[in-house]
């Protein structure tokens, strides 16, 4: 009975200190740091740092626990050395993050809306996925290397930044002077984001794990390395064999034509199926 009037009357507290009309500054205070939390997740997104945050989280949880349990040696270790070590180890896992949020400080375009254009309906998705599937197919017709890598969840911003800057509605012309020998941005990766290409001439980290009887170059191994480090699909167009095979997961899949491409994409990305069956009418 103690305990529930007590719980009760910090309850009363709270509510007493929350009241606007007694005193507005903590509610402000509240405000003001869930803004601050609100623009630092927003600058983040779109890259790696969000589930490097998930993770930390996950950390902070169990250290908390740790902290409270009865046992001396473990709070111990938990205080005098997992939470020093924790404090030291996010800005240096958060180094490239930080920099570009420090970068972001002087560059009021990109700061204020630049990072909240998105273009992802699924209808405009739906005409992007075609695009890719024909554009793949006809770079396989004539023999032409290609490597389109389509973001989902897990932001790549960090690898558009390290290529060339487009912006661009996807469409086959494009693709298919992008990726066309004599292009000065034909090496590498196209990333795309939503239904537009955000980057060419993109570096991407390669895969060590492409086993097998065949070798594989540095396209396939590419689009196996960032598929392994992230949840984005890969789409590469064999120089040597014209082969068009598809990287999600780290797996791969092969023997596509124009419609598989399709059908695949459609399933990976979670296109409405009501908005395909309106686009395709």
Same mark, same amino acid.
């Given at each position: 009975?103690?305990?529930?009037?007590?719980?009760?009357?910090?309850?009363?507290?709270?509510?007493?200190?929350?009241?606007?009309?007694?005193?507005?500054?903590?509610?402000?205070?509240?405000?003001?740091?869930?803004?601050?939390?609100?623009?630092?997740?927003?600058?983040?997104?779109?890259?790696?740092?969000?589930?490097?945050?998930?993770?930390?989280?996950?950390?902070?949880?169990?250290?908390?626990?740790?902290?409270?349990?009865?046992?001396?040696?473990?709070?111990?270790?938990?205080?005098?050395?997992?939470?020093?070590?924790?404090?030291?180890?996010?800005?240096?896992?958060?180094?490239?993050?930080?920099?570009?949020?420090?970068?972001?400080?002087?560059?009021?375009?990109?700061?204020?809306?630049?990072?909240?254009?998105?273009?992802?309906?699924?209808?405009?998705?739906?005409?992007?996925?075609?695009?890719?599937?024909?554009?793949?197919?006809?770079?396989?017709?004539?023999?032409?290397?290609?490597?389109?890598?389509?973001?989902?969840?897990?932001?790549?911003?960090?690898?558009?930044?390290?290529?060339?800057?487009?912006?661009?509605?996807?469409?086959?012309?494009?693709?298919?002077?992008?990726?066309?020998?004599?292009?000065?941005?034909?090496?590498?990766?196209?990333?795309? *984001? $939503?239904?537009?290409?955000?980057?060419?001439? %993109?570096?991407?980290?390669? /895969? &060590? +794990?492409? =086993?097998?009887?065949?070798?594989?170059?540095?396209?396939?191994?590419?689009? *196996? $390395?960032?598929?392994?480090?992230?949840?984005? %699909?890969?789409?590469?167009? /064999? &120089? +040597?064999? =014209?082969?068009?095979?598809?990287?999600?997961?780290?797996?791969?899949?092969?023997?596509?034509?124009?419609?598989?491409?399709?059908?695949?994409?459609?399933?990976?990305?979670?296109?409405?199926?009501?908005?395909?069956?309106?686009?395709?009418?």
């Amino acid at each position: 009975m103690f305990a529930e009037s007590d719980w009760l009357n910090q309850i009363i507290h709270l509510f007493a200190r929350l009241n606007p009309f007694t005193s507005p500054v903590p509610l402000i205070d509240i405000a003001l740091v869930t803004g601050l939390f609100y623009w630092i997740l927003k600058m983040m997104w779109g890259t790696r740092a969000v589930q490097l945050i998930q993770g930390i989280l996950v950390i902070v949880v169990l250290v908390f626990l740790l902290a409270l349990s009865p046992f001396e040696t473990i709070r111990w270790i938990v205080v005098y050395t997992l939470q020093p070590a924790l404090v030291v180890a996010i800005p240096v896992v958060f180094q490239p993050e930080l920099r570009r949020l420090l970068e972001s400080l002087g560059q009021s375009n990109r700061l204020w809306y630049a990072n909240f254009r998105r273009r992802n309906d699924d209808g405009g998705r739906m005409q992007m996925l075609k695009t890719v599937a024909r554009s793949a197919m006809l770079l396989s017709q004539q023999g032409i290397g290609a490597l389109i890598v389509l973001e989902r969840n897990v932001g790549l911003q960090d690898y558009a930044d390290r290529g060339v800057h487009l912006d661009a509605r996807t469409s086959v012309p494009l693709l298919m002077a992008i990726f066309h020998p004599n292009a000065p941005l034909h090496d590498m990766a196209v990333l795309i *984001r $939503g239904e537009r290409i955000l980057a060419a001439n %993109v570096v991407l980290p390669l /895969s &060590e +794990e492409m =086993g097998g009887a065949r070798r594989y170059g540095t396209r396939h191994r590419a689009a *196996r $390395g960032i598929t392994e480090q992230s949840d984005a %699909v890969a789409v590469v167009v /064999s &120089e +040597e064999t =014209g082969a068009v095979t598809m990287f999600h997961d780290g797996q791969m899949i092969s023997q596509l034509n124009e419609e598989r491409i399709v059908v695949l994409l459609v399933e990976l990305l979670r296109i409405d199926t009501e908005t395909n069956r309106e686009v395709a009418a």
